[in-house]
């Protein structure tokens, strides 16, 4: 079990978590932590619930069911003991931690101005386990890359939560900063690229005191926690990126900066939720960007064979080059 994800619950917690079988800890996507109802696992897609003993069981009633003071523990943890300190992530409605690991949060809110003001009661939680999968973007970056620049296209990564996008984009940045053969295995060797990544929400890198904690490659810049159009801005005046990479994109100021980028010469790989191509096309935001080719690429994956699933990758009319699957698994 990953030592920063026992680090934030409460002893109670700890012990039964840190109990579960190797196997299945080796498998862990989500941990649902819900006040006194069952204790439940998301392994690899497929939901059990978890006795007071750290065993998976089928039934809910054989399960460990988390007291409030299991939670307000919990809560403690994931906010160092000051929750006001982290009132900004607490609004967004989750907490990410060390490791990369994001913990959404469910409960009671109170709204001002049709806006969230503050969580009043929190009484469910969402430990989403991040993990590095070396070699993800492997089969997918040598379509990527424009022949005779060999810099990668403007690209749109597409899925549902939870199907890779982060995983994938988080070893594109390895491979594209790392350099090294060719992807497809001839040709002249891949130069390594400068890369910048604006990570939001503090995921794909998972920073801790501003360095990285995943492999990124040797020529990678980070922006920890810094809003996607802020930094994006900020990285072309002071780095000089080759490439920028942005995750989970959808806001007007978003779009406006990824036009910045192309005008700036900086290539742009992001993502954004959808189940394919024609759902994402029904945000207006993006929508804007698809009408007017700004992404020359777009890569759809999904969960039909796992975590992962590459279902298609297109050029920028949205036509299929290739159809097959990525072989990785990981959190998004």
């Given at each position: ?128 386990v991040a993990r ?128 910045e980028a192309l ?41 039909e064979r796992g ?26």
């Amino acid at each position: 079990m990953d030592p920063s994800i026992l680090a934030i619950l409460p002893p109670s917690l700890r012990g039964i978590v840190g109990n579960l079988p190797e196997e299945a800890a080796a498998l862990l996507e989500e941990i649902r932590i819900r006040e006194i109802r069952p204790l439940e696992v998301v392994l690899r897609g497929t939901s059990r619930f978890v006795s007071p003993q750290g065993r998976l069981v089928a039934e809910a009633a054989q399960a460990y069911r988390p007291t409030r003071e299991d939670c307000r523990k919990l809560l403690e943890l994931l906010t160092n003991y000051s929750v006001y300190s982290f009132d900004e992530q607490l609004r967004s409605g989750y907490i990410t931690v060390p490791g990369g690991h994001r913990v959404g949060l469910a409960g009671r809110i109170v709204m001002e101005d049709n806006r969230v003001k503050l969580f009043k009661e929190v009484a469910g939680f969402n430990v989403r386990v991040a993990r590095q999968v070396l070699g993800a973007g492997q089969a997918v970056l040598p379509h990527l890359l424009e022949p005779g620049t060999r810099l990668p296209y403007h690209t749109l990564i597409i899925s549902p939560p939870r199907q890779g996008k982060t995983t994938l984009i988080r070893d594109l940045a390895r491979l594209i900063s790392g350099g090294g053969p060719a992807p497809n295995g001839a040709g002249a060797a891949q130069r390594g690229l400068k890369v910048g990544i604006v990570d939001e929400r503090s995921e794909i890198a998972a920073c801790e005191k501003g360095v990285p904690r995943f492999d990124l490659g040797p020529r990678t810049d980070v922006l920890d926690g810094c809003p996607k159009a802020v930094g994006m801005m900020m990285m072309i005046r002071s780095m000089s990126p080759d490439v920028l990479i942005a995750d989970e994109i959808g806001r007007p100021e978003d779009a406006e900066a990824i036009r910045e980028a192309l005008h700036a010469g900086v290539r742009v790989i992001a993502t954004a939720h959808g189940a394919d191509l024609a759902d994402v096309r029904q945000r207006p935001i993006l929508r804007e960007l698809i009408r007017d080719a700004v992404f020359s690429r777009y890569v759809v994956l999904g969960g039909e064979r796992g975590a992962g699933t590459l279902k298609a990758i297109c050029d920028g009319r949205g036509e299929p080059i290739r159809l097959g699957e990525w072989a990785g698994t990981g959190s998004p």
